[in-house]
C-alpha cells in the first residue's frame, strides 16, 4: 500500500483528494494537516467522509510526514516549496497542487506569485503534471507540480491543433468559466453566496497567472511564437469548468480530418472523452469524476475552429489529475480509483 499524507486536508482540494484515495484501492491514508483543526477527527469536520477515514487532521509539525511515501501539498502557492527539500531528502516523493512547481521559469514565477522561489533546482527537476501530455517525466519524477485548471483545458483543447501544425499560433483566445470552488475554501467576501450567487462576472481580464504557464507549455507543442488572450469567468455554480477556445486555421482541412486529429490524439486516454463533431458538452457531464469532455466546431464552415471543453475544477483541474499523476509515479494503472462516473442531474 501507498502511504499517503496530505498537506492541506480541510480546503476544497484536500477534502476531494481525501474521497479519492478513501477508495483507492492501493493507497492508505497516513497524515493529513491542519494547522487550525489539529487534532479533530476528519469525519467530525467532513461527515461525508463518516466510516471511510478515521484519522484526526494534525498540525504540520505533528504529522509524520516524513513516513509517507508521497505527500500531496494541498496549500496556497510558496508552501510545498518551503516543505519539499526535506520531504524528498527523506525519500518521499511531493506532488503539489498549487504553482511552486509549475512555472519553468522562475522570473516568470516570481514576478505572477509575488514571491522568491526558494528552490530553484527542484523547479528545474519537477515534471508538470498534466499526464496526457507529460506521462513519461511524470512516471520517472520525484516532484510533480500539477496543473492549474484553467490550463488543463486549454493545453488539452488546443494541443492537437498546435501539434498538427494547421492555425495560427500567435493569436489564440480562450473564453473560460469556472464554479465557484475554484476559489477555494477560505472566507471571501467576492465568493460569498450573496456576491457569487445570480451573478457573472469577467476577472484577471488584463493578467492572469495561468496565462504564462499556459504560454509556457503550449509553446513546447509548436516552433512557432505562441500568443494567448485567456478571459477567465467566475459562474454561479459550485463545481465546473466550460472553456471555449478560438483558433484561426492557416491550413485547408475539413471537418471531419478536424475531428480525427482529436480523435486521434486521444483515442487512448481514460479521461479525454471526444464527443461528435459539433457538440456542446455540459459541466454536469464530467461533475466529481476525472473526465475532461471535448467537442469541436466550426462555426459557418469558415477559417475560425472553435473547441469547448468541459471538467470538474477539483478533480481533472485539481485533485484527479493529481491522483492521475500518483497513479504513474509509483507504477499503478493511471485510473486506479478514479474511474467514478458523473454526478447527474
Ligand atoms: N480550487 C480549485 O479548483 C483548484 C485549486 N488549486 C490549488 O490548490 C491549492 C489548494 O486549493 P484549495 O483547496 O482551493 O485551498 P483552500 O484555501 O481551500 O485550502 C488551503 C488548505 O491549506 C492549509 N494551509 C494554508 N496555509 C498553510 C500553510 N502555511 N501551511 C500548511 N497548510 C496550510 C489550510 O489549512 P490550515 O490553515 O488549517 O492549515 C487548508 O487546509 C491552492 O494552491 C490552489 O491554487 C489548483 C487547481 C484548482
Ligand atoms: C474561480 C477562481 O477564483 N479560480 C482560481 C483558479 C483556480 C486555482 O486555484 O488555480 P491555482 O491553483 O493556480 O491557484 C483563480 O482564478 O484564481
Same mark, same amino acid.
Given at each position: ?80 516549496? $518551503? ?68 490550463p488543463t483545458t ?9 501539434? $498538427? ?36 462576472? $469577467? ?20 516552433a512557432d511564437k ?30 471531419? $480530418? ?60 485539481a485533485s484527479g ?25
Open positions: 500500500m501507498i502511504k499517503v499524507g496530505i498537506v492541506g486536508g480541510t480546503g476544497y482540494t484536500g477534502v476531494e483528494l481525501l474521497r479519492i484515495l478513501a477508495t483507492h484501492p492501493e493507497v492508505k491514508l497516513t497524515a493529513i494537516t491542519s494547522r487550525k483543526e489539529d487534532g479533530l477527527p476528519v469525519a467530525d469536520m467532513f461527515p461525508s467522509l463518516r466510516g471511510r477515514v478515521d484519522l484526526a487532521f494534525s498540525s504540520p509539525d505533528k504529522a509524520k510526514l516524513t513516513e509517507c511515501d508521497v505527500v500531496f501539498f494541498a496549500t496556497p502557492h510558496g508552501v510545498a516549496m $518551503a516543505q519539499a527539500p526535506e520531504l524528498l531528502a527523506a525519500g518521499v516523493k511531493v506532488i503539489d497542487l498549487a504553482a511552486d512547481f509549475r512555472l519553468q521559469d522562475i522570473a516568470s514565477f516570481e514576478k505572477w506569485y509575488k514571491m522568491p522561489h526558494s528552490c530553484p533546482e527542484l523547479l528545474k527537476e519537477a515534471a508538470y503534471g498534466l499526464v496526457e501530455l507529460n506521462r513519461d517525466a511524470i512516471r520517472k519524477a520525484r516532484i510533480v507540480g500539477n496543473p492549474g485548471c484553467y486549454m493545453q488539452l483543447g488546443l494541443a492537437p491543433l498546435l501539434k $498538427a501544425g494547421v492555425i495560427d499560433a500567435s493569436h489564440l483566445i480562450a473564453d473560460c468559466k469556472s464554479g465557484v470552488s475554484g476559489a477555494g475554501r477560505k472566507a471571501e467576501v467576492a465568493t460569498l453566496f450573496s456576491e457569487a450567487g445570480d451573478n457573472f462576472k $469577467a476577472y484577471g481580464v488584463s493578467g492572469h497567472r495561468h496565462s504564462p504557464e499556459t504560454l509556457e507549455r503550449l509553446s513546447k507543442l509548436t505562441v500568443g494567448l488572450l485567456f478571459t477567465p469567468h467566475l459562474v454561479p455554480m459550485i463545481r465546473g469548468m466550460h472553456s471555449t477556445l478560438y483558433a484561426r486555421l492557416t491550413k485547408d482541412i475539413d471537418n471531419a $480530418a478536424l475531428q480525427a486529429l482529436f480523435e486521434k490524439a486521444y483515442k487512448d486516454e481514460p479521461f479525454v472523452d471526444v464527443m461528435p463533431f459539433g457538440s456542446h458538452p455540459e459541466t454536469r457531464s464530467t461533475r466529481a469524476s476525472n473526465m475532461l469532455r471535448i467537442a469541436i466546431h466550426r462555426p459557418n464552415d469558415g477559417d475560425t475552429v472553435v473547441v469547448l471543453v468541459v471538467q470538474d475544477n477539483l478533480v481533472k483541474g489529475q493529481a491522483v492521475q499523476c500518483m497513479n504513474l509515479m509509483f507504477g499503478l494503472d493511471e485510473s486506479t480509483g478514479l474511474m467514478h462516473v458523473p454526478i447527474l442531474p
